[in-house]
T-cell receptor, first 118, second 107 residues
Framework: GAGVSQTPSNKVTEKGKYVELRCDPISGHTALYWYRQSLGQGPEFLIYFQGTGAADDSGLPNDRFFAVRPEGSVSTLKIQRTERGDSAVYLC????????????????FGEGSRLTVL | AQRVTQPEKLLSVFKGAPVELKCNYSYSGSPELFWYVQYSRQRLQLLLRHISRESIKGFTADLNKGETSFHLKKPFAQEEDSAMYYCALGTGNQFYFGTGTSLTVIP
């Protein structure tokens, strides 16, 4: 597709349930990022993939959160035993890495998945 | 620790007036600074980056390492500039975002 695609756009679940959020990046973009945005806050870094591997997962808040990118394209963010505090918009972004200066590359964001935990 | 501070949550200006959105950062290394914008019902997108030294939609931003600032400026605000603006710091693998400033341009 032309841009970063995220599904579902909205997810309502009950406390304690398991949730998966999917991100389909722009074709050819090797870098993929997950962010979480709570109301009134800026995007908060969760995890960064370069290809298939998680190059930096230091932003994952606890072991209930996990993300995979098995073929270096689509990524899935998995949240176990959801809590009300997990309610937020989860943003995915992809970027074309540019040699050693990875961050001179522009981040292309999806529209986000809004998660509501009741 | 890396940090991006945007002190103004809300900013209102009249059409045609100058606008400045403030951003300060904290980083021990060589920073890469960006401004991202989110218009109503659209996704977050890049507005400009400091290394390009470009003007986009009339906006400019100068990196001041002495004051650790990267303020966004436009001499004459337009109604279509109303949006949410985020300052971002790029370091290694991560982009750190500020909490954002909501700009409203009053006709």
């Amino acid at each position: 597709g032309a841009g970063v695609s995220q599904t579902p756009s909205n997810k309502v679940t009950e406390k304690g349930k398991y949730v998966e959020l999917r991100c389909d990046p722009i074709s050819g973009h090797t870098a993929l990022y997950w962010y979480r945005q709570s109301l009134g806050q800026g995007p908060e870094f969760l995890i960064y993939f370069q290809g298939t591997g998680a190059a930096d997962d230091s932003g994952l808040p606890n072991d209930r959160f996990f993300a995979v990118r098995p073929e270096g394209s689509v990524s899935t963010l998995k949240i176990q035993r959801t809590e009300r505090g997990d309610s937020a918009v989860y943003l995915c972004a992809s970027s074309k890495r540019q040699g050693a200066w990875a961050n001179t590359g522009e981040l292309f964001f999806g529209e986000g998945s809004r998660l509501t935990v009741l | 620790a890396q940090r991006v501070t945007q002190p103004e949550k809300l900013l209102s200006v009249f059409k045609g007036a100058p606008v400045e959105l403030k951003c300060n950062y904290s980083y021990s290394g060589s920073p890469e600074l960006f401004w991202y914008v989110q218009y109503s019902r659209q996704r977050l997108q890049l507005l400009l980056r400091h290394i390009s030294r470009e003007s986009i939609k009339g906006f400019t931003a100068d990196l001041n390492k002495g004051e650790t600032s990267f303020h966004l400026k436009k001499p004459f605000a337009q109604e279509e500039d109303s949006a949410m603006y985020y300052c971002a710091l790029g370091t290694g693998n991560q982009f750190y975002f500020g909490t954002g400033t909501s700009l409203t341009v009053i006709p």
